[in-house]
């Protein structure tokens, strides 16, 4: 507690005189100036707009709104101005504002909605930047923007993703992004504040979450400030929509893979959103005709979301949100047959409350549910793995725009964590009797956290930010403290340079069964296991070198100290975590590069990674390092969409990637147990994941016609995913089972045409 102590006591010291300093130098304005607050809203639903630009006609001042809507100006001189308010997709806006010395005035802008330009610009890598902020690695999707990445019919938040240089999946099935060298663990998910275990469902062209719910996303790829934790590579936080608060509207989408429907209106002195989504790909599977050498999974999930908004006043607003989703997956072949399940629960309540205009917070308690199942039979052994993770959080956030060159934000998070793990292993011998090997596991934790960080503009080509983060879990019984810093260097209108260092440490561990990658198993880091950390060392180059063009640079560097590998072959009672898990370090580094056009009847974009990852454990590949499976070197990706007129669209989307590692197989050894059925054939690997699979290209086409039904807005969709029928590699197996081993491939879906509408109402 004295080091705890002895932080909170420099960041107050720290924050008040960097206050005190940017207030000094700007004395006259303190004391008559004045500013301008409120929020940014819909014009026709009232729904808050996250991102929206605001600025002061003929002054250098501008702020962006943040995830509630909410604006803070401060620093204006007296007199009558224009506050001008822009969004993508909606008509810029300018309103008269008079600021008197020492005043402070509340607006409510409403913005109405553009959809020419809504179709002209597709996803923005970067906005225009408030000085208060540094948005280094950062990707902001407008899902306005979202309907032209589509797979099935399906507009998704993480086939939007997937197209980013710097993203990646293990396998076109993968249930996790890798981010920078990151595996799926090391991503912080949030959802109005709740954090998400599982955010794809199993086949990864699908996340699990609806896009007729979420209203924003964001994604920070690396160098992410003091107030996010927890996490040591990236952070994605989506928010919900809060419902249309001025008419009760709803939609309906039917497609061959899927259908889905959602309802929302205003709700008392508020509005509610509810949505549902289900998909039968499964029973289109099984029209299909397959070779039964390389069959078909069978896959079918279905997704909730729910929201209810309340304003209790003009400072103040509570919602409650909800979210459910459950997975189901088979696959049968000679020689192997399993099952997974897996599903989330996910609930929050969160208030805002506006103190003075300079001051926002907000205040959320939340509870989420991630469990899996993962059961079925390999050359005779019988296996199965559960595994569950409960978790109950309560976070206090608070923003200070302290002055128009200054800012701080502020925070403090606990967590109460339930984790449960069970491990079974058959095999039948010649008199019936079964050899069994369990392990169970079960752990109750807490962990709670601080942070405090800073914005400074230096000057107009200079801003600083500065972060400190200190988190505690009582597992390991110790107190964690990492530094963040980032500078933004503005050399002219149109390039800047930035740069971002920080510590990142992580107690949540997830392995995945190497041939499995959508298998996740949480744990947490016990005395046993240390927690782990990542060092980020990030320099960004971005410009626009003609107008409605974005060129965007980055290079990074990430030290990977108390990563985690599964235990594959222990059979012993495991009580503690290492008994699970082995413990090493990595590294990764990589060069991203991002082209992008925004406007225009032709838009997209053209993105490619070079990206190096190295892992080495003590008691894995003799010690030596190794690349892990989502180590793809290469990634590609070109993204096209042409507006041809107001009725039709057509987009595509390509990747290329360098082929997943695998660990191949030297030799086998045979033998024979006393009382046992048969003989057991062992497979000697290779070098851990030292081979590569066949790299891996796709073609996806759509086609998009709005027209009417009924007198209501319609849109037909024609997808062809995986055009010329390229069925890449999932995983390589041997099969033992038969007089000579062979080598199995088991691959992913052929091409797959889909025809679905849209029905507004």
């Known amino acids: 507690m004295k080091i705890l102590s002895l932080l909170l006591t420099v960041i107050v010291t720290s924050v008040s005189l960097i206050a005190s300093g940017a207030r000094s130098s700007n004395d006259p304005a303190d004391k008559n100036s004045g500013g301008v607050s409120g929020f940014v809203e819909d014009a026709i639903s009232k729904e808050p707009l996250i991102g929206a630009t605001l600025t002061i006609k003929g002054l250098k001042l501008g702020a962006y709104t943040n995830k509630s809507g909410y604006f803070s100006l401060s620093g204006i001189p007296p007199g009558e101005y224009q506050l001008v308010a822009t969004y993508v997709g909606y008509q810029r806006k300018e309103s008269p504002v008079t600021i008197v010395a020492g005043g402070a005035v509340k607006v409510r802008i409403a913005l109405s909605s553009d959809t020419s330009k809504a179709r002209e610009i597709t996803v923005t890598a970067e906005r225009e930047e408030d000085k208060r902020q540094i948005s280094i690695s950062r990707v902001n999707i407008p899902i306005e923007q979202l309907s032209q990445l589509r797979i099935g019919g399906e507009a998704d938040v993480f086939r939007a993703l997937q197209m980013l240089p710097g993203v990646l999946t293990s396998s076109q099935i993968s249930s996790g992004l890798f981010i920078r060298g990151g595996s799926p663990d090391q991503n912080l998910v949030l959802l109005d504040g709740m954090t998400v275990y599982n955010p794809t469902h199993l086949f990864g062209f699908i996340s699990a979450f609806n896009n007729d719910a979420i209203k924003d996303v964001d994604l920070i790829k690396g160098g992410f400030p003091a107030e996010f934790g927890g996490r040591m590579s990236a952070v994605l936080n989506i928010t919900q929509k809060d419902g249309n608060r001025d008419h009760v509207e709803g939609l309906v989408g039917l497609g061959l893979i899927s259908s889905r429907a959602s309802v929302q209106g205003p709700l008392g002195n508020g509005s509610f959103f509810l949505g549902g989504r289900r998909t039968y790909l499964d029973l289109v599977l099984g029209i299909i005709p397959e070779d039964p050498e390389t069959p078909f999974p069978t896959f079918n999930f279905y997704d909730l979301n729910a929201k209810i908004t309340q304003n209790l006043g003009e400072d103040d607003k509570v919602s409650l949100s909800g979210f459910m989703t459950r ?41 989420s549910r991630y469990d899996n199942s993962f059961d079925g039979k390999n050359s005779g052994i019988s296996f199965g793995v559960n595994n569950s993770i409960i978790d109950y959080t309560a976070k206090a956030e608070l923003e200070w725009f302290a002055a128009e060159t200054f800012s701080v934000k502020s925070g403090y998070e606990a967590n109460i964590y339930n984790f449960s793990y069970v491990q079974l292993f058959e095999q039948s011998a010649q008199n019936n009797t079964v050899i069994r090997d369990t392990t169970a596991l079960e752990i109750w934790d807490n962990t709670q956290a601080f942070y405090a960080q800073t914005t400074w503009n230096v000057t107009d080509a200079v ?122 370090n990595g590294y ?38 190794f690349r892990p499976k989502f180590d793809r070197r290469h990634d590609l990706k070109i993204t096209a969409l042409y507006r041809i007129n107001d009725r039709w669209e057509v987009g595509s989307s390509f ?105 507004r109402f």
């Open 327 to 367: 997975d189901n997956l088979g696959f049968s072949q000679p020689g192997l047959d399993f099952g997974v399940r897996i599903g989330n629960r996910a609930t929050s309540a969160r208030w805002s409350h506006i103190f003075d205009p300079t001051i926002f917070t907000v205040v959320t308690v939340s509870a």
């Open 463 to 584: 801003t600083l930010q500065g972060g400190l983060r200190t988190g505690y879990w009582t597992s390991s019984e110790q107190w964690l403290i990492d530094p963040r810093l980032a500078v933004r260097y503005q050399i002219n209108e149109d390039v800047s340079v930035k740069a971002a260092w920080g510590v990142y440490h992580q107690y949540l561990r997830l392995a995945s069964a190497p041939d499995f990658s959508f298998f996740d198993t949480w744990l947490p880091s016990d005395r046993s296991v240390p927690p782990g950390r990542a060092d980020h060392y990030v320099l960004s180059m971005e410009s626009r070198p003609y107008s409605g063009y974005d060129v965007n640079v980055d290079l990074y560097y990430k030290n990977l100290a108390n990563i985690n590998e599964l235990q594959q072959g222990n059979r012993g009672r495991q009580v503690q975590v290492s008994d699970i898990f082995y413990v090493g």
């Open 588 to 625: 990764s580094y990589g060069a991203e590069f991002f082209l992008q056009k925004k406007t225009g009847r032709l838009t997209g974009w053209i993105g490619y990674a070079l990206g190096f990852v190295y892992s080495k454990f003590d008691s894995v590949n003799l010690g030596n390092w």
């Open 655 to 759: 990747m290329f990637q360098s082929g997943q590692s695998y660990t191949g197989a030297t030799s086998t050894l045979a033998g024979r147990m006393p009382g046992w059925e048969g003989g057991v054939v062992m497979v000697n690997p290779s070098q851990r994941w030292g081979l590569r699979l066949p790299n891996s290209h796709q073609l996806n086409l759509n086609v998009n016609y709005n027209t009417t039904l009924f007198g209501l807005p319609c849109r037909l969709f024609l997808d062809i995913y995986n055009v010329y029928s390229r069925r890449d590699i999932w995983f390589r197996s041997f099969l033992t089972t038969e007089g000579i081993p062979t080598v199995r491939d088991v691959r992913l879906l052929p091409i797959l045409p889909t025809i679905s509408m849209e029905l």
